[in-house]
Structures are given as C-alpha cells and as structure tokens.
C-alpha cells in the first residue's frame, strides 16, 4: 500500500546571478510511488538533486526552492492528501507523521544541554509534557528498544563519540514514532564501524515501528545493506528504479551499471563500463538524455530527445532509448 506518491514533481532554484534569474533545475519531473514498511533508498553522485528530492517530499520548500510543478501526497488515516495544500497543516504533522533527519545531523542537539534536555526541547514544542514521568519512560523506553544505553541521557554531546551522537539524533528524531522517516546521507561521514552501527539503527527502527524510511546516501554499499527498492537519480531524474537485488544484478541503465560497476570488489580485475566526468550543471542541463555526455552508447537521438521513465518489467523503471523509445 502506498504512502507516499510524488506525480511529476519539478522543484528548482531560482537564482538571480547577475541581474538575471535562472533556474537551477534539481528535481525536474519526478513520479515515485513509496510503499508502506519499505525502505526506499535514492542513490546517485552528489549533486543530482538527492537532497532536493526529500526536502520537497519532506514539504520543506523555501525560497530559492519552489515547486514549479507536480504534487506530492502523503496517505493520512486512509486518505491521499495534498501536502502542499495542508499549509498550517503540515507543520503539526511534521515529527509525528513525517520526520527528517538531515545531513549532518549532529547539529540538532544542543551542545550546552544534556541530552535529555534536548529531547525535553523537542518534544516539548510538539507534545505536552507536564506529566514529565510518563514522557521519561517513554524516551528510555525507546532507547532501549534501539539498544542504546539510557545513561547518555545525562552526557553532554561532546562527552559521545560521533557515532553515538549521530545514533541519538537519530532517536530523537523518531521518538514521537513517525510513520514516514526521511534521511539525508545519515551514516556519510563517520568511521565503518559507526557507519555500521547508524545503518542497523535505521534497520531496528523499521522493524520496530514498521514503519516507511526513505533513505538517500550516495554509498551503494549502505543501499545494498538496508534499502529494499531503489531509485537512481541523474541530474535531477529518477532514470532506473527496482528492487536491490534488481539493481545490483540486473542494472539497465547505463549509470546504473557505472554506480554497481564503481563498487571495489576485492579481486575484480575485470573491465569496468567507464563514465568519466561527473553529474552537469543543473544550471544548464544538456539537451536529450541529461547522461548522454558520459555514455558510451549514446546516439544521435540521445543528443535531441528524453528518454522517459518506463516500465520494462514487474517493479522495474527504465529511462534509456536502450529499452523504450519512449520520450518525454
Ligand atoms: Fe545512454 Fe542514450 Fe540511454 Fe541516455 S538514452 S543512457 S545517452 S543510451
Ligand atoms: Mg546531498
């Protein structure tokens, strides 16, 4: 069942460089539908619209960003519901139903206060709290049902390792027990071993509250350990989705096949598909297929036309001329 659906969502910067606006155009066209108790993992190199994508979803649009057009929809008590139509709406939501956990996470707690009192903060603006009690239970409760020990309360973040600070941003962020979990590179920057330690977290997480995480990490390796579909993203498109194993054993798109080919595998001496460069400008998109500069098979058409994002088999979208002429 799905619980949230974003039809043909198009959010781009509006920049004025130079006395002139322009558009810097990071998330253009996207349709993606997100199941309930999935983990849905969007992947890519850094500067494809990632980030862009979940903040719209997440409803989190200021200036420069603006939706330009599209819809995005979240399933409450049964019901498709327009975000960007809840207005005051969406902010009492936020936390309860929807929450984000941003890159570089570690700044949401307060580096003067205990951790507890961060969490008294948080759920202070979003609950009432007088029965102080009860809402303690609650919070160590939930610690110790991710496995964390209930003491850090009273550490001060410095007093925690990186990791440790990262896992407790990440209870705190999902302590009102969320529906929806939305994360932006949340194990990027630490050591494997926290690295390890976040990515189980956000697994425990799921399992406890089934709930639905939408995860983006530019790591192949963190989606291939936790994400049960993914999304491929390219200057600002969605241009292959599928199951993981899908992805990693029967990539199609030819950035797809560069991302998987670009894992190290320990031993592999064998050719790897090269796409050397990186992601455009979303300034100034190349016209047709936006990889087209990078890809080994592209042809005349690529140059001219985009490719759109179709269905070539049960659960698995395409957007190459390879496999559909089909364009946008
Ligand atoms: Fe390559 Fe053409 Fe497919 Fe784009 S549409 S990925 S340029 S083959
Ligand atoms: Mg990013």
């Known amino acids: 069942m799905e619980i ?7 959010a ?4 004025d460089i130079g006395g002139e606006l322009k558009s810097v155009r990071a998330v253009d066209g996207v349709d993606i539908t997100i199941k309930e108790n999935e983990i849905y993992g969007i992947a890519g190199e850094s500067g494809c619209g990632k980030s862009t994508l979940i903040k719209t979803l997440y409803g989190m649009v200021e200036p420069p960003l603006n939706v330009i057009e599209g819809r995005v929809y979240y399933k409450i008590n049964g019901e498709l519901k327009d975000i960007f139509s809840l207005n005051g709406e969406l902010g009492k939501i936020r936390w309860k139903y929807i929450s984000y956990i941003p890159q570089g996470s570690m700044s949401v707690l307060n580096p003067v206060a205990r951790i507890i009192d961060s969490f008294w903060d948080f759920i202070g603006s979003h609950e009432d709290i007088s029965d102080r009690v009860r809402w303690k239970k609650h919070i160590e409760d939930y610690l110790t049902l991710l496995g964390l020990p209930t003491k850090i309360l009273d550490a001060y973040p410095h007093q925690l390792s990186g990791g440790m600070r990262q896992r407790v941003t990440i209870a705190l962020a999902t302590v009102l027990t969320p529906k929806i979990i939305v994360a932006d590179e949340p194990s990027t920057a630490l050591d494997v071993v926290a690295q390890r330690a976040v990515i189980q977290l956000l697994k425990d997480i799921q399992k406890n509250l089934k709930n639905t995480i939408i995860l983006v ?5 963190v989606h291939a350990s936790i994400s049960d579909r993914i999304a491929i993203m390219y200057a600002g498109k969605i241009v292959e989705e599928a199951p993981t194993e899908v992805i990693f054993e029967s990539p199609k798109h030819p950035y ?3 991302l998987i080919g670009a894992l190290p595998k320990i031993g592999d001496k064998s050719y790897k598909i090269s796409a050397p460069g990186a992601p455009p400008s979303l300034l100034n998109p190349p016209k047709g297929c936006r990889f087209h500069p990078r890809c080994s098979y592209a042809t005349e058409e690529c140059r001219e036309f985009v490719p759109r994002l179709v269905d070539i088999d049960t659960n698995h979208r395409v957007a190459c001329f390879l496999y559909s002429k089909e364009r946008e």
């Open 4 to 10: 949230l659906k974003a039809e043909n969502l198009r």
């Open 12 to 15: 781009y910067y509006l920049l």
């Open 217 to 221: 990490t530019h790591d192949m390796g």
């Open 256 to 258: 797809t096949k560069y």
